[in-house]
């Protein structure tokens, strides 16, 4: 079953521009975490948030995490050319947390 | 920097043959995934493997078993390789016991056409 979903499913904005990904998930989580994917390769791991935190920061990514709406945003501000590629969340089951099941993703393309 | 290896990078199969797709990574990682990914579906999860010898069975296993007979290598098996299994799988290892977290490294993927 499919844990995470991401909103939209895709998203084209102007270099320059902020970009904002949600992801919904349906069980209690220890972690979330945020990958990004370049077309036909693998992913690459951005950011984790555990569960009792509620906002982190990396370079031009900010994550937060809403556990009781059990809901992540990702913006990405001051996007750039090379950050089209596909992002995804991932998230592990509270009880179950060596396994991590991935959202359908959202497609983002920075136009020049 | 941790390194996942996956064999093939582009495979063709007929229907029935028995298919491997091998899985090395180089920094003794106690954890590995094996994912298929289809466009609309995300990455699904087909099985993990936490210690040698030990699986364990994702969301959508049926049709694959895995192997895990050393530490650094885990293969995919598809016993007799149908149209419906035509995808990319993608191999990722995790070593939790750093972050407390299974931040997974994943390899550049195997895409598998079965005709």
């Known amino acids: 079953s499919q844990q995470g979903e991401e909103d939209p499913q895709a998203l084209s904005i102007q270099e320059g521009e902020n970009a904002t990904m949600n992801c919904s998930y349906k069980?209690?989580?220890?972690?979330l975490q945020w990958y990004r994917q370049n077309s036909g390769r693998g992913l690459v791991h951005l950011i984790l948030?555990?569960?009792?935190?509620r906002e982190k920061h990396s370079g031009r990514l900010r994550v937060t995490l809403d556990t009781s709406k059990k809901s992540s945003s990702l913006l990405i501000t001051a996007s750039r050319a090379a950050d089209t590629a596909s992002y995804f969340c991932?998230?592990?089951?509270?009880?179950?947390?060596?396994?991590?099941?991935f959202g359908k993703g959202t497609r983002l393309h920075i136009l020049p | 920097d941790v390194k996942v290896t996956q064999s093939s990078r582009y495979l063709v199969k007929r229907t029935g043959e028995k298919v491997f797709l091998e899985c090395v990574q180089d920094?003794?990682?106690?954890?590995m995934f094996w994912y298929r990914q289809d466009p609309g579906l995300g990455l699904r999860l087909i099985y993990f493997?936490?210690?040698?010898?030990?699986?364990e069975k994702g969301d959508i296993p049926e049709g694959y078993s895995v192997s895990r007979e050393k530490k650094e290598r885990f293969s995919l098996i598809l016993e007799s390789a149908s149209t419906n299994q035509t995808s990319m799988y993608l191999c990722?290892?995790?070593?939790?016991?750093?972050?407390?977290?299974?931040?997974?490294?994943f390899g550049a993927g195997s895409r598998l056409t079965v005709l």
């Open positions: 990722a290892s995790s070593f939790p016991w750093d972050t407390g977290a299974n931040v997974l490294t």
């Open positions: 069980t209690s989580i220890n972690n």
């Open positions: 920094m003794d990682h106690e954890n």
């Open positions: 991932a998230t592990d089951d509270i009880n179950r947390d060596d396994k991590i099941i």
């Open positions: 948030i555990r569960s009792n935190e």
């Open positions: 493997s936490y210690d040698v010898k030990m699986k």
